[in-house]
């Protein structure tokens, strides 16, 4: 634990974070129906009975519910590998399960499987399980969905040789919905879905991460924030991790036991966390849809009562026609909006329809129809020249900092532009329909929030530290 957060925390009486950004099996918020999940996964693959498929959204527990299951199988001697980079596919994969079990890797994929099937077999003969974890499974393709279900078909005659976990976001569902793959999906005998907190449990989550860090009551929060805090979070335990993060910094300067939490400071911290409510432009757009809807069934009413005309109909005034057809395409970005942006060089871009409903939410950007398409204007706060110069350096970090937060990104915050950032970039792209190109371009730097860029002579991170990222 850094120091700033260290004294960060004593000053509210904690001994550890109560909302992390990564997965906490130490402090889990056992609920029945997800431990009842659990023990029936565990005793599916104890008794060696195929498949356990895990699913649900991003932010609804799946890694910590992985990291639970991990801690239960190895405690009873089970040997299990946990693969989470599942960018590796076909090969690559099968090269990474060896390795994770303590096995060399050959060049073939014939190779790989019999070498594995080898030491399974070993492994049966002395009566211990062999289980595979796959988390983020939702990004293998067809070939290494087929490639799983061959490890399946490694058995002794009676049991399976290795039980394998799948678990990722509900675009697995589609990908095993394959005709292709139904073989595999046939052997799938537990399938657990983790869904996010319902209204009456999110004050009871929040209350025990704060007990479990030593808050012991000094910090609580009224009916009015609970309430508050499921509207914006909607119940995922990563919105509310994000929410409840920022609001114990508003509480830094109240010294007065127990420190309350209202329905202003959530508010206020959901905005900082860039997470906010559904914008009142949606409902007035139902009210429309729905208004025109009406009209148009009364004027269809209307159209059935009128009398037939058996004379051709006078064609409408030429001016009136002209008059409809020049109207120009709907501007969403008029001089108010592009005014507040404030000072510095406006950029505009093109964006897809997809993504400019999520950008509608945001007071930084201004959208825009045109008869070329949709594009969104902004200021950008930095560049990705300044982004990637004199690394390790703090942009980067904030970068994978911010990655994290969404859940993309998964190694160290080293300040270093690697590989592992620029994956997490491309599902971050993918997750805004924006481009995936893995490139920190300045529609990607600005979404994510970037702060602008410092004098980097003194925040500037050692460069002799390991980079991972």
């Known amino acids: 634990m850094n120091p700033a957060t260290r004294q960060h925390l004593q000053q509210l009486g904690l001994h550890r974070s109560p909302f992390p950004p990564t997965p906490d099996s130490v402090a889990y918020f056992q609920t029945a129906s997800v431990e009842r999940e659990l023990v029936e996964a565990s005793h599916c693959l104890r008794t060696r009975s195929g498949f356990v498929l895990l699913t649900g959204e991003v932010g609804t527990g799946k890694s910590t519910f992985l990291r639970r299951l991990l801690a239960a199988l190895e405690s009873e001697d089970m040997v299990v590998s946990l693969v989470f980079n599942t960018y590796l596919q076909g090969n690559d994969l099968l090269a990474a399960v060896l390795r994770d079990f303590g096995l060399s890797p050959e060049a073939s994929a014939a190779d790989n499987i019999d070498r594995l099937n080898r030491f399974l077999l070993e492994r049966w003969q002395r009566q211990v399980t062999c289980v595979l974890l796959i988390d983020d ?58 869904s996010a907190l319902p ?83 949606r409902r007035h757009t139902w009210a429309l849809a729905a208004s025109l809807g009406g009209i148009l069934v009364l004027g269809a009413l209307a159209l059935s009562l009128r009398p037939a005309v058996t004379h051709a109909e006078p064609s409408a005034p030429a001016q009136h026609s002209a008059i409809t057809h020049a109207q120009p395409d709907p501007v969403y970005a008029n001089a108010s909006c592009l ?47 300044q982004l990637l110069q004199r690394q390790p350096n703090t942009h980067v970090q904030e970068l994978q900092y911010r990655l994290q937060q ?11 532009f690697g590989p592992l950032t620029q994956r997490a970039l491309s599902r971050m792209q993918q997750r805004s329909f ?36």
């Open 339 to 385: 005014a507040g942006l404030g000072t510095g060089a406006q950029l505009s871009v093109a964006v897809r329809a997809e993504a400019a409903a999520l950008l509608q939410q945001r007071a930084d950007f201004c959208l825009q129809r045109s008869a070329q398409g949709l594009r969104a204007t902004f200021v950008p706060h930095i560049s990705a020249t």
């Open 137 to 194: 499974a939702q990004n293998l393709d067809i070939e290494s969905l087929e490639l799983l279900r061959l490890l399946t078909c490694l058995e002794s005659g009676q049991e399976k040789l290795l039980q394998i976990v799948l678990a990722g976001q509900p675009e697995l569902l589609q990908s095993l919905a394959q005709p292709a793959i139904r073989q595999l999906s046939s052997r799938i005998s537990k399938h657990v879905q983790l």
């Open 199 to 281: 209204q009456d449990r999110v004050a009871d989550y929040v209350h025990f991460r704060l007990d479990s860090a030593g808050a012991d009551g000094s910090i609580a929060l009224d009916d009015a924030a609970v309430s508050a805090l499921h509207r914006l979070s909607k119940g995922n335990q990563r919105h509310i991790h994000q929410i409840m993060d920022r609001s114990l910094y508003g509480l830094y300067g109240h010294s007065t036991t127990p420190r309350k939490i209202d329905a202003a400071l959530i508010r206020t911290a959901a905005a900082e966390a860039g997470i906010r409510a559904p914008t009142a432009v």
């Open 434 to 469: 924006l481009p995936v190109t893995g490139t920190p371009d300045p529609l990607t730097l600005h979404l994510l929030s970037l702060s602008k860029p410092q004098a980097t002579s003194s925040n500037d991170m050692d460069p002799s530290a390991n980079g991972h990222g």
């Open 406 to 416: 969404q859940g993309h990104y998964d190694g160290q915050l080293d300040g270093r």
